[in-house]
């Protein structure tokens, strides 16, 4: 087994603190930070600590019993969710989706949100400024922001389709789940790796779809589903500048974007101006020549 670096690793006194024994060994996912120790998973802790500690109360206060699963947090001897920049908890096996699991990953969504329609906007939420907050509240209109020119062209066509459309039934909701929902028999879906916005829960939707139409092989009826929300197109385009923005924002100013990133984004623009809005007049792009490639 290769040896993982000393910076990548949780410290013998994180493990200690944690009461956990055993050889950190790399997990898939999760940025390529989580390893997994004594069936335990470790990952630096994102936000703050206080961040972490209102994570880490939420998901034991969720019922067992509510179609899904979360992994429960481990806290220290102490009491303490964070220690040495490292957080825990327990391992859920199971096969990641969206391929093959599409309908459960929408499924395990609703349940998940539908048990968080109560929770308190945590105030946190307002001061993020990682690239994917970044990309959440450009989608929604209540920041501006330049992207990198490989990917201004899409970025383009989108503004100009953005209509504007009510925040009816806003709440908090997971805003990154193509990926992390956990498949196994005879158990309920596990939803991991809690990524919070402040959004209505079918823009969450939105996001697993345009995720689909980026990284997987979306079937076709997901894309003009949405469950007859008048707004689902709107979603959509919504969604796709969230992904666009986060990408050029991790990408850099001065970086150019990955070998048919530009191509990845613009097919996906097109694919939501064919499909059309089900519930009401397509929308329509003045100038298709901004979704060509090349130009």
């Known amino acids: 087994m290769t040896e993982l670096p000393g910076d990548t690793v949780p410290s013998r006194a994180v493990l200690d603190a944690f009461g956990v024994e055993g050889v950190p060994v790399p997990l898939p996912g999760g940025q390529g930070r989580s390893v997994l120790v004594?069936?335990?998973?470790?990952?630096?802790?994102?936000?703050?600590?206080?961040?972490?500690?209102?994570?880490?109360?939420?998901?034991?206060?969720?019922?067992p019993d509510s179609g899904f699963r979360?992994?429960?947090?481990?806290?220290?001897?102490?009491?303490?969710?964070?220690?040495?920049?490292?957080?825990?908890s327990e391992f859920l096996t199971g096969e990641p989706g969206p391929s093959g699991h599409w309908a459960g990953v929408l499924a395990a969504g609703r349940a998940f949100h539908a048990a968080l329609g109560a929770v308190p906007r945590p105030s946190f939420l307002s001061r993020a400024t990682h690239p994917w907050a970044v990309g959440d509240r450009v989608a929604w209109g209540e920041q501006d922001v330049d992207v990198?020119?490989?990917?201004?062209?899409?970025?383009?066509?989108?503004?100009?389709l953005r209509r504007p459309v009510r925040q009816?039934?806003?709440?908090?909701?997971?805003?990154d789940l193509a990926g992390n929902v956990l498949f196994a028999e005879g158990e309920a879906p596990a939803v991991i790796d809690f990524s919070p916005f402040w959004r209505p829960p079918v823009f969450a939707e939105a996001v697993v779809v345009v995720d689909g139409l980026l990284w997987f092989d979306l079937p076709p009826g997901l894309l003009t589903g949405g469950g007859g929300?008048?707004?689902?197109?709107?979603?959509?385009?919504?969604?796709?500048i969230f992904r666009l923005v986060a990408q050029s924002e991790l990408t850099g100013p001065s970086a150019p974007a990955r070998p048919g990133e530009r191509e990845r984004y613009a097919r996906a623009v097109d694919a939501v101006v064919r499909a059309?809005?089900?519930?009401?007049?397509?929308?329509?792009?003045?100038?298709?020549?901004?979704?060509?490639?090349?130009?």
């Open 70 to 88: 979360v992994p429960l947090p481990l806290r220290a001897a102490d009491g303490r969710s964070v220690v040495g920049g490292w957080t825990a």
């Open 168 to 175: 009816d039934g806003a709440h908090l909701v997971h805003g």
């Open 148 to 160: 990198i020119d490989d990917l201004a062209a899409p970025f383009s066509v989108l503004r100009e």
């Open 229 to 240: 929300t008048p707004d689902w197109q709107q979603m959509l385009i919504r969604a796709l």
């Open 276 to 295: 059309g809005d089900p519930a009401g007049p397509a929308v329509t792009v003045r100038d298709r020549r901004l979704l060509r490639p090349g130009r």
């Open 38 to 63: 004594g069936g335990a998973v470790f990952k630096p802790a994102e936000g703050s600590d206080d961040e972490v500690e209102w994570a880490s109360a939420l998901f034991e206060s969720l019922a």
